[in-house]
């Protein structure tokens, strides 16, 4: 993040954490914040309540229109029975040859006179024998009356006994009027030999439907079994589909029931019910906002009044926040300048207690920071003055090295080749602790500083064979100073000092996963369980670790936590008799690597 950004951003990050800021927000979120849950929370169950109390009202009402449709379909089922039960009728549909047209004419009317029902307003009818002879209230032309009795459905209707079919808007209608008709056309049977004599087809009009219909609610349809209007409340739609929102609702599913239907970002309240006489669906279309208009204006006036309650807590809780802050602010653009001052001056004591109080009490913080100060500024002078001690200090390490490697060429000189060897070692022990900058070095100068290492120990630890086992990829692996002399130290001296014999101590390196396991194991007497297990609590910083005066594997676990982070560091695996293994897990990253670091 640049300065400028991080500068903008300190400052937003202020602004919120003012106290004038906090006031007014405790007030939102405690305050109002629960009001509009409130009111939330308690305006969705009560729309829910409403919704099915309405939706049972409109269930009920469209049970009584259900009711009513089908007590005028049972009249036409009774009406048409009673006509087939005449038996003048039956003897004439049996025997039509024998009755003059005047007769048949006068035993109609007989027949037809007799029906009489409250729902019909008006009614047609028309008898038709199996020869094909037909008898009709109104007029039907022969070929119409031929097709009619020559259709596949006809057909299969007089096929079989007992059979009805309920007919609207229909392309099977028989006849030529105009205006919609809701037909009945039922199998007039021989008893007790069941044949078909003939048919009776039985219409009324489609409004005599319609008037059952309305005075509900939005649009009133009564739809067939195979989904088309047969009639409706507005009259539209006759012999079309149904309106979409109606498949939805998926009506042919149950018997009766209501959904709310959503389209287009609209909602319409859909109730069906079932006429139990042809199986045809009574069904309910009401807009949803149309139900609840007047909620939704109650609705609309308790928003407004939250609206405007929230207005004024607003207005007041900036007021109060504003009044209680302004001394502070006031306060805070004092202390800025006395920054830019250096803290060589201090605010007058004023203003309420709390601030007096606090203003007093920053004037003894101020006189205390510059105390602090000058003491800074004088250890800081003090530390420079020990660096360039330490500087100076070099020469002497260097002097002895160098005179160190005089002494091993004058040994190699008089043929003293195993002094000369051990002043080689101690060389490059000297080396390798002066001799580099940083804290970082590679894992081959760490090895080649070990071999030197063991090649001067074995004068006190005795002949110990040191093995190593790194690939030659892995020397380049960024390692820190001193990083396995501590471990070494301590498999020759403890682990190694009471094994009869000579011992040995092995280094191998492997890559995995992305980093790099350094161990080092002796075949020496290992590490008690309890020592085992206090060693590892130091290093998990349960325990107090080694004396700061040492640098041993703690030092060395924690320098590696340090400059790399968990999960990087030691791990310590030991049985008692059979030796100790010592794994330094680093990153996986080549010395002077991008990700790579200087000491």
Request: hydrophobic share 40%.
């Amino acid at each position: 993040m640049t300065p400028l950004r991080s500068f903008f951003a300190r400052r937003r990050a202020f602004r919120w954490n003012s106290i004038r800021n906090r006031i007014f927000l405790s007030i939102l979120v405690f305050l109002i914040g629960p009001v509009v849950a409130t009111m939330y929370l308690l305006d969705k169950p009560l729309e829910r309540v409403i919704e099915q109390k309405i939706g049972e009202s409109n269930e009920d009402a469209l049970s009584l229109v259900t009711f009513n449709v089908r007590l005028l379909l049972d009249d036409m089922v009774q009406a048409s029975v009673e006509m087939t039960l005449h038996a003048d009728i039956r003897a004439m549909l049996k025997e039509p040859g024998r009755y003059s047209r005047f007769e048949r004419l006068r035993l109609s009317d007989a027949a037809f006179n007799r029906v009489f029902s409250s729902y019909f307003s008006n009614t047609e009818v028309t008898l038709v024998d199996r020869a094909g002879g037909w008898l009709s209230t109104s007029y039907v032309s022969e070929p119409a009356i031929r097709a009619y009795i020559g259709s596949d459905w006809y057909v299969e209707l007089m096929s079989r006994p007992y059979q009805q079919q309920w007919m609207a808007a229909d392309s099977r209608m028989l006849y030529l009027e105009p205006r919609r008709l809701v037909t009945l056309v039922k199998t007039i049977n021989d008893f007790p030999a069941g044949d078909n004599l003939g048919t009776v087809t039985f219409s009324v009009p489609e409004t005599d439907v319609r008037k059952m219909l309305r005075g509900l609610d939005g649009t009133v349809y009564l739809v067939d079994r195979d989904g088309q209007v047969v009639s409706s409340s507005s009259g539209a739609r006759l012999g079309e589909a149904a309106p979409e929102e109606i498949a939805l609702a998926r009506i042919h599913q149950t018997g009766q029931g209501q959904r709310i239907i959503e389209k287009d970002g609209a909602k319409w309240i859909v109730s069906h019910d079932t006429v139990g006489t042809n199986g045809w669906k009574t069904v309910q279309i009401v807009p949803y906002d149309k139900v609840f208009e007047e909620i939704s204006a109650i609705r609309r006036t308790n928003v407004i009044a939250l609206v405007a309650i929230v207005l004024v807590f607003v207005l007041v809780s900036l007021t109060i926040a504003s009044g209680m802050s302004r001394p502070l602010r006031l306060l805070r653009r004092k202390m800025a300048d006395l920054e830019r001052k250096q803290f060589h001056s201090t605010l007058q004591v004023a203003g309420p207690e709390e601030i007096a109080s606090l203003i007093g009490t920053y004037n003894e913080m101020v006189r205390e920071i510059r105390e602090l100060l000058q003491r800074v500024k004088q250890e800081y002078r003090q530390k420079e003055e020990m660096r360039f001690r330490a500087l100076q200090a070099q020469i002497n390490p260097h002097f002895l090295l160098n005179t160190v490697n005089n002494i091993k060429w004058m040994a190699y000189l008089r043929q003293d080749n195993e002094v000369g060897d051990m002043l080689s070692s101690l060389g490059g022990i000297l080396e390798g602790s002066i001799g580099r900058d940083g804290r970082l070095s590679t894992l081959g100068q760490e090895l080649e500083y070990i071999r030197s290492y063991v090649s001067l120990m074995r004068m006190s630890a005795g002949d110990v064979r040191l093995d190593i086992d790194v690939p030659e990829a892995l020397l380049e692996q960024e390692a820190l100073q001193m990083m396995l002399q501590p471990i070494v130290e301590n498999a020759l001296l403890h682990g190694l000092a009471d094994r009869p014999g000579a011992g040995s101590v092995r280094i191998e390196a492997r890559a995995r996963d992305g980093a790099v396991a350094v161990t080092v194991r002796d075949d020496g007497s290992g590490i008690g369980p309890e020592r085992l297990e206090a060693l590892r609590r130091s290093l998990s910083g349960e325990a107090a670790g080694e004396p700061s005066g040492r640098i041993g594997v703690k030092n060395v676990h924690d320098r590696l936590r340090l400059q790399y982070g968990e999960p990087y560091g030691l791990e310590v695996e030991s049985r008692e008799g059979a030796g100790t293994a010592v794994s330094c897990l680093l990153p996986e990253r080549r010395r002077g690597s991008p990700d790579g670091g200087e000491g």
